[in-house]
């Protein structure tokens, strides 16, 4: 079956600072979705991807849609206490998502 | 606009019992998605269905486990005579489309076989 990889699994920044993850796989999706989680509930949507080469932000978060369509990244910029949280990337072939295992983001303030 | 809703949010179970788990969609989504998390996992598709319509149960194991979303009411995932093995956050998604990809999803029901 398909498998992401996503990187790195965790990460402890500093308040301010500016946070990049990515995620790769073997196949080709036409959509990547990045979520975040916070324990106990469920992924939020923070952006979505359609076209390859796309470059999308929302607010402090960008998001590419890697040319080969084999990956993509997350970058946040300027971090505060509560960007902490799990990121997933998530891979889209028609309605199926294939998730990553997650990047645990710690914001030191 | 409400979002997605499910219920309950905490289950617990004997071995042996059934579990049943309830999602209603986002108003004006027909798309619902169910979706197994184990802890410190991703999340791993299960199943894919429209209003009366299994369309996708390939995540699904072929027993014990069973997803219907009538006409009217919520979606609803079966797990009858549960184990151990079937603890883990389960959430359910939906969609107004099946293209477009984007999901939504609900807060999850946490089960735990005791």
């Known amino acids: 079956g398909q498998q992401l990889n996503q990187s790195p699994q965790s990460m402890f920044i500093q308040e301010g600072e500016d946070v990049s993850m990515n995620c790769t796989s073997s196949?080709?999706?036409?959509?990547w979705l990045w979520y975040k989680q916070d324990p106990g509930e469920g992924p939020v949507l923070l952006i979505a991807?359609?076209?390859?080469?796309e470059l999308t932000s929302n607010g402090r978060l960008t998001a590419q849609f890697g040319i080969t369509r084999k990956d993509s990244f997350l970058n946040i910029s300027a971090s505060i206490p509560s960007d902490v949280g799990i990121y997933f990337c998530?891979?889209?072939?028609?309605?199926?998502?294939?998730f990553g295992k997650g990047t645990l983001l710690t914001v030191n303030p | 606009n409400a979002g997605v809703m499910q219920n309950p949010r905490h289950l617990v179970r004997r071995r042996g019992q059934e579990a049943r788990l309830r999602c209603s969609p986002m108003?004006?989504?027909?798309?619902v998605y169910w979706y197994r998390q184990l802890p410190e996992e991703g999340l791993k598709f299960m199943v894919y269905?429209?209003?009366?319509?299994?369309?996708?149960e390939s995540g699904m194991p072929k027993e014990r486990f069973s997803a219907e979303f009538p006409k009217e009411g919520p979606s609803i995932l079966r797990i009858q005579q549960v184990v151990r093995g079937d603890s883990a956050a389960y959430f359910c998604?939906?969609?107004?489309?099946?293209?477009?990809?984007?999901?939504?999803f609900g807060p999850g029901t946490r089960l735990t076989v005791l």
């Open positions: 998604a939906s969609s107004p489309d099946r293209v477009l990809g984007e999901q939504f």
């Open positions: 196949s080709i999706f036409n959509t």
């Open positions: 991807l359609y076209k390859a080469g």
């Open positions: 998530s891979g889209g072939s028609n309605y199926k998502l294939t």
């Open positions: 108003k004006g989504h027909s798309h």
């Open positions: 269905l429209q209003k009366e319509n299994i369309i996708d």
